[in-house]
């Protein structure tokens, strides 16, 4: 039979379903044993029905993909655009961020192990949105001014982490003599001083076996400085906890079973990355 494909759509579709009943007869005359053989013949008559129609072919995707887009939001997931649909069903790896996503997102202080503990308080910048910086505060507080060795000394400046040196500081000045407050990744706050300021090996070695059980560890040092010299008065490493999201490993363990890989990124230290991968 022909079909006339800019025709009417009740002459086009009253052929498409002669076409089923010539199927389905047919099925019928041959005695075709067995009921997937059957199913493979009407699914053969339905493929025939689309490719009679071709005009027909977009309402079905679109929607397909209506529906997709209808059971991604029972999932809490917004869909802005239909196309997006058919992208996510070709995806075969997905990278996602740790803090907030694997993790839930709640970096807490635990604590601050060494001689730095005892200025807790002098630490955390002001006006910063940074987790590290919230939960050092959330901890200890915050203090513009500090007693050391009878001399009052006030805040002067902030500097916020940066990137280039992996570390932050809080300055604060008597006259020509400063109190440092550095914190960042243990190996960029230890490095910086010469091997007269002490051997920090040990120290180091801390820092990682505390990063291998899941903490996010910060490295800690307070340094005293006049137009002479400067001397290290006390180092510390600062212990923080995300939790690992409970659904995390569920939804990680179907997308293999989806044969999709998933990549965890993160700029924590690849030991805490590991524990939390695990």
Known sequence: AEYRIGGSGGETYAGVMDEVVVFLRTLDKNEIA?????MEVFLAAVALAVAAIPEGLSVVSLLAMVVGVKKMAKENVLVKRLNSINTLG?????????TG?????????KEIVGDASKYGSFFSISGSKDPVENAIFSKFGR??????????????????????????????CNGDESL????????????KFPPCEGDFSQILKDAHEYMLKGYRVIGLAVVHSTPKKSN???????????PVRKESKEIVAKLR?????????????????????E
Do not use: W
């Not at 067995?34 to 059957?38: H, K, L, R, T």
């Not at 996503?101 to 970096?107: D, P, Q, R, V």
């Open 34 to 38: 067995g009921i997937q053989e059957g």
């Open 90 to 98: 070709s995806v075969d790896i997905i990278v996602s961020d740790k």
């Open 101 to 109: 996503t694997i993790t839930k997102g709640e970096l807490t202080l």
């Open 143 to 172: 203090e513009n001014r500090i007693s050391y060795s009878g001399r009052d000394f006030q805040l002067n400046k902030e500097i916020p982490f940066d990137y280039g040196t992996l570390s932050s500081r809080r300055v604060f």
């Open 180 to 191: 440092v407050f550095l914190k960042g990744a243990p190996e960029s706050i230890f490095e």
């Open 232 to 242: 290290l008065v006390c180092v510390g490493l600062a212990l923080f906890e995300d």
């Open 257 to 277: 079973q989806l044969g999709i890989a998933f990549v965890m990124a993160t700029g924590d230290h690849k030991n805490t990355a590991k524990k939390v991968a």
